[in-house]
C-alpha cells in the first residue's frame, strides 16, 4: 500500500449524535484524551457559556467572529486518524446539525441509561437511516441508576426500527456499576473505580467461575449468567455486512464521566466502522482512492457582524489529496481558484493545513463564492456530487417588512439569507410578494434572520407565528401542480411553494398529515425535498 492510501485508509470520519446532555461532549472529550489531543478534561468547549439564553447569543457570536466552535475535530489514536463532527444540540439545532451527517461515514448514537431514546436523537436518527451509514450506539451514564438493559436495546429497536446486537453487556448499575461483558471474547472487562482515569482490568473468567463472585458478587454474577443466556438465545446474530448498511446496530454500555467502557467502545467502533466512504455524482461512483481530489461544501458559517460575506465553508473532501499549493476547480462557481486559508480544528485549537486526504474535513475562508453541496475537484473534471437534501423544517412564521416601502431589500435579504440555507422561505399561491413564509429547523434561526435582516439589509420585520410543525413536498401522479381546490384538506393545512415552484403542505399535526393522505391518494408526500 502507498503511503497516499494508508493515508486515506486509516482516517475514520464521524457524527455523534444524542439529545442534549446525554453525555455527547463528555464522551469526545475522552476519546480526545486517550488521543493525546488534549492533556486534560474539560477543554473541548466552553460549553456553558455558549448555552446562554437566545438574547446573548449574538453577542457571544460577535465575540467569537467568525467561530467555527467545536463542530469539527482531528485527533490521532493508535494509528488512526479520526475526525469527529459534532452535531450541536439545544438552540444551535439548525439545518446545519442534519447537513453535517451528510459529511459523515458513521454515527455514534449516544443513550442516557436512565431516560433511553429521546426527541432529538430520534430526528438524526431519521437522517443516518436515509443514508445507510452504520450507527453505533453507547448507552452512557451507567454510573447511575439505569433503566433495563434489555428494555434499552427494546426500545432503540421498536422506536427507531433498527436492529441492536450488544457486544458487551453491563455488570449492574449505578454505585454496582463493575464494569462490561465482552459477549466475543467471553471475559469480564473489571472496572476499578480511580477516579476516572483510563485504567480498567480485563479479567478472563468463564461465567459460572467461583472465582467471578469474589469479583462482582454472587448476585450480579448469576444475574450476569441469566443474561447472557438470554441473550445468546434471544438476539441477531452479529452481521458486519447489517453494521455497514446502517440495518444492525452494535450496542455498548459504559459511562463516559467514569470512562468505564469508554476505551473497549473506542477500540470496537474503530475496528467495526467503515474508511472513508464514496459518494456519488450523477451516475458515477467517486471513491476516496480516486487520484485525484474532489470535496464538497456541507455547511457555511456566516459571520455574525455587518460584513456577512466573512464565512467559513466546510467541506468534505472525498477523494484524494488535497494539496495548499495547488489550485482547485469550483464547479458551480465555473473556477479554478485557490482555497483561501484551509483550516482544522485539533481539539481546541484551529490550525492551517498545507494537505488533507479523503476523509477529512476542511474550513476554508468563503468570500461569499460557496453554497451548500458546491462541488470541488481537480482542474480538467467537471462532475457534480449529488445535492444535498432539504430537509423540513419544523417552524415556521409568516414575515414582512414593517416599513412598506422596503419591499425590495426585503425580497432581496431573505432571498440571500434564504439561499445561504438558513432559512427555507415559501409563498402562498395567489398572494402578493409582501409578505413570505419562513421555515427553519431550529427557532434560534428567526432571531438571527430579524439580527440580521435589521443589520445587513436595514429592514425591520414584522413577524407572526404560525401553528405549523410539518411539512411536506407533493406530487400529484401527472406531476401536474394543483390548486387548494383540487385537494381535500382540514382547515389546518395550507398549501404552499417554495421559490423553484414546488408545492408543499404546511401542517400542524402528524395526525393531520395522515389524514391528508388518505384523502387524497393521487398525491404522494416526501419528507426530505431533492436538490440544495
Ligand atoms: P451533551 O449535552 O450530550 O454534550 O452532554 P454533556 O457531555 O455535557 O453531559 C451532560 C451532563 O451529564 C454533564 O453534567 C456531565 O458531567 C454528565 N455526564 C456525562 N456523562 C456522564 C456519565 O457517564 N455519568 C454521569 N453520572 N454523568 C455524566
Given at each position: 500500500m502507498s503511503q497516499y492510501e494508508s493515508e486515506i485508509s486509516r482516517r475514520r470520519t464521524f457524527a455523534i449524535i444524542s439529545h442534549p446532555d446525554a453525555g455527547k461532549t463528555t464522551l469526545t472529550e475522552k476519546f480526545l484524551l486517550y488521543g493525546g489531543a488534549i492533556a486534560q478534561a474539560g477543554v473541548v468547549k466552553g460549553k456553558k457559556n455558549t448555552r446562554a439564553a437566545t438574547s446573548d447569543w449574538m453577542e457571544i457570536e460577535k465575540q467569537r467572529?467568525?467561530?467555527?466552535?467545536?463542530?469539527v475535530m482531528q485527533f490521532q489514536y493508535e494509528g488512526f486518524c479520526i475526525n469527529i463532527l459534532d452535531t450541536p444540540g439545544h438552540q444551535?439545532?439548525?439545518?446545519d446539525t442534519y447537513r453535517t451527517l451528510m459529511a459523515a461515514d458513521s454515527a455514534v448514537m449516544v443513550i442516557d441509561a436512565a431516560k433511553g431514546v429521546e426527541a432529538q436523537t430520534r430526528k438524526l436518527f431519521k437522517v443516518c437511516v436515509m443514508r445507510d451509514i452504520p450507527i453505533f450506539t453507547f448507552i452512557n451514564k451507567m454510573d447511575r441508576e439505569a433503566r433495563d438493559p434489555f428494555e434499552l436495546c427494546e426500545e432503540i429497536e421498536h422506536e427507531l426500527g433498527i436492529d441492536t446486537y450488544a457486544v458487551n453487556w453491563p455488570i449492574g448499575c449505578g454505585k454496582d456499576f463493575k464494569g462490561v461483558y465482552d459477549r466475543a471474547k467471553k471475559e469480564i472487562i473489571h472496572f476499578t473505580?480511580?477516579?476516572?482515569?483510563?485504567a480498567a482490568t480485563a479479567t478472563q473468567v468463564?461465567?459460572?467461575?467461583?472465582n467471578l463472585d469474589a469479583l462482582i458478587g454472587k448476585v450480579l454474577h448469576s444475574q450476569l449468567t441469566d443474561d447472557v443466556e438470554l441473550l445468546d438465545g434471544a438476539s441477531c446474530d452479529f452481521d458486519m455486512d447489517r453494521v455497514r448498511h446502517g440495518k444492525l446496530s452494535p450496542v455498548f454500555f459504559g459511562s463516559a464521566l467514569t470512562n468505564f467502557g469508554v476505551e473497549p467502545f473506542l477500540e470496537s467502533f474503530l475496528r467495526m466502522t467503515t474508511p472513508p466512504l464514496p459518494r456519488t455524482a450523477g451516475g458515477q461512483v467517486i471513491d476516496s482512492m480516486d487520484d485525484d481530489f474532489s470535496a464538497f461544501v456541507f455547511k457555511i458559517q456566516a459571520n455574525m457582524n455587518k460584513a456577512h460575506r466573512d464565512r467559513i465553508a466546510f467541506m468534505r473532501v472525498v477523494s484524494g489529496r488535497f494539496d495548499a499549493d495547488r489550485e482547485v476547480y469550483h464547479v458551480q462557481g465555473g473556477k479554478k481558484l485557490r482555497l483561501s486559508r484551509p483550516q482544522q480544528l485539533m481539539a481546541a485549537e484551529r490550525e492551517i493545513i498545507e494537505e488533507a486526504f479523503a476523509g477529512d474535513i476542511m474550513g476554508v475562508f468563503d468570500p461569499g463564492i460557496f453554497s451548500i453541496g458546491d462541488t470541488l475537484c481537480a482542474p480538467g473534471k467537471k462532475f457534480q456530487f449529488d445535492p444535498i437534501p432539504t430537509f423540513a423544517p419544523e417552524h415556521f412564521q409568516r414575515v414582512r417588512s414593517r416599513?412598506?416601502?422596503?419591499r425590495k431589500q426585503f425580497l432581496k435579504g431573505m432571498e440571500q439569507i434564504a439561499q445561504e440555507g438558513a432559512i427555507q422561505i415559501f409563498k402562498t399561491p395567489y398572494?402578493?410578494?409582501?409578505e413570505v413564509i419562513v421555515g427553519v429547523v431550529g427557532t434560534l434561526q428567526f432571531d438571527v434572520l430579524e439580527y440580521r435582516m435589521r443589520s445587513e439589509y436595514n429592514v425591520e420585520l414584522y413577524v407572526e407565528g404560525l401553528p405549523y410543525e410539518y411539512l411536506r413536498w407533493i406530487r400529484t401522479e401527472d406531476g401536474e401542480s394543483v390548486r387548494e381546490d383540487d385537494l381535500i384538506l382540514g382547515t389546518d393545512v395550507k398549501l404552499v411553494e417554495d421559490y423553484k415552484g414546488n408545492q408543499l403542505l404546511l401542517f400542524a399535526s402528524q395526525w393531520s398529515i395522515n389524514w391528508t393522505a388518505e384523502r387524497n391518494k393521487n398525491l404522494t408526500l416526501f419528507e426530505f425535498g431533492g436538490g440544495a
Open positions: 467572529g467568525i467561530s467555527v466552535t467545536s463542530s444551535d439545532f439548525s439545518e473505580s480511580n477516579g476516572g482515569s483510563k468463564a461465567l459460572g467461575d467461583p416599513d412598506t416601502m422596503k398572494s402578493g410578494m409582501e
